[in-house]
C-alpha cells in the first residue's frame, strides 16, 4: 500500500511538473513570440541573415516620414471610402495588390494610380512564401507583375509577400527579379476580431512614428479609424508619404 501511494505521489507530481513548465513555456511565446501576421495566418518572419539590402521594415528614424501601406487582396466595397478619404486629406499611401485582385478590380486600380497612390506587388493568389517553391514564387511575382501592368502602364518593383512570410529563397529571387521587400514597423492587427476603430488607433498611435512604415488592409474598422489617426500623425509633425519617398529604395 505504502509502495502504491509513493508511485502515485510521483507521478502526480510529475504531472504537475510538466504543467507548470508547460504553463511557463505558454507565457514567454505570449510574452516574446513572433509578430502577428498581417492577415490571420502565419507570421512576419525574423530577420534572414544577408537581407540588409533587400527587406525595408522602417524608414529612417529621424526623417519625420511616415507610410501607410495597405495589403489588398479583398475589401472592394471598402476602399472607395478610403480613397475619398485619402483625397480629402491629400494623403497619398502604398497599395500592395494581389493580382487575381486587380483583374478583378481593374477600375478601382486604376482609380488609385490616377489619384497618385503607389501601386505594388503583393503576389498573385496571397500564397505563403515558405509553403511554395521559388519557381511558383516567381509566378506569382510575374503574373502580378502583368496583371498591374495591364491597367496603369506599371510594373512594380516592390514586394509585400503574403503574411510577412518569406525566406532566403525569396531574397535570391527580389535580387534576380531587381525587386524590394516591404515589411511594416507598426501593424494595426485589423483582421483580428475585436478591432475597432478606437483599438487600432491606439494600436498605431501609441507608438514613436517617425520612419514608421504602418500597414492595414481596407477593412471598414480601418477606413473609420483612418481620418483620425492622419489627423493625430500630422499633429505630431510628422508627414505621410508614400514609401517611394521615405528614401530607402
Avoid at 509513493?6 to 504537475?16: D, E, M, N, P, Q
Avoid at 525574423?46 to 524608414?59: F, N, P, T, W
Avoid at 510575374?142 to 525569396?170: C, F, H, M, N
Wanted: aromatic share 8%; with cysteine.
Amino acid at each position: 500500500m505504502l509502495k502504491w501511494k509513493k508511485y502515485t505521489f510521483l507521478i502526480v507530481g510529475t504531472i504537475a511538473i510538466l504543467f507548470g513548465i508547460y504553463q511557463i513555456a505558454a507565457f514567454f511565446i505570449v510574452l516574446f513570440g513572433p509578430v502577428e501576421s498581417t492577415c490571420g495566418r502565419g507570421i512576419q518572419a525574423a530577420a534572414v541573415k544577408g537581407e540588409e539590402d533587400i527587406v525595408m521594415r522602417s524608414g529612417p528614424l529621424e526623417s519625420q516620414k511616415l507610410s501607410f501601406t495597405c495589403n489588398v487582396d479583398w475589401g472592394e466595397e471598402v476602399l472607395p471610402g478610403m480613397l475619398d478619404t485619402l483625397k480629402e486629406k491629400d494623403i497619398k499611401i502604398t497599395f500592395f495588390i494581389c493580382g487575381r485582385w486587380a483583374e478583378k478590380n481593374p477600375s478601382l486600380l486604376r482609380r488609385m494610380y490616377v489619384e497618385g497612390h503607389e501601386i505594388q506587388s503583393h503576389g498573385y493568389s496571397h500564397k505563403l512564401s515558405t509553403k511554395i517553391s521559388k519557381e511558383q514564387e516567381k509566378e506569382e511575382m510575374e503574373k502580378t507583375e502583368d496583371a498591374i501592368a495591364l491597367y496603369i502602364g506599371e510594373k512594380p518593383s516592390v514586394y509585400a509577400p503574403p503574411s510577412g512570410d518569406y525566406d532566403s529563397e525569396t531574397l535570391e529571387l527580389c535580387r534576380e527579379m531587381n525587386y524590394k521587400l516591404s515589411l511594416w514597423s507598426s501593424d494595426t492587427i485589423d483582421w483580428k476580431p475585436g478591432s475597432t476603430k478606437d483599438i487600432i488607433k491606439e494600436r498605431i498611435l501609441k507608438k514613436d512614428l517617425s520612419g514608421a512604415i504602418v500597414l492595414m488592409h481596407p477593412k471598414p474598422e480601418t477606413a473609420k479609424a483612418l481620418p483620425e489617426m492622419i489627423d493625430e500623425i500630422q499633429q505630431k509633425n510628422i508627414t505621410i508619404v508614400p514609401l517611394r519617398e521615405m528614401g530607402i529604395y
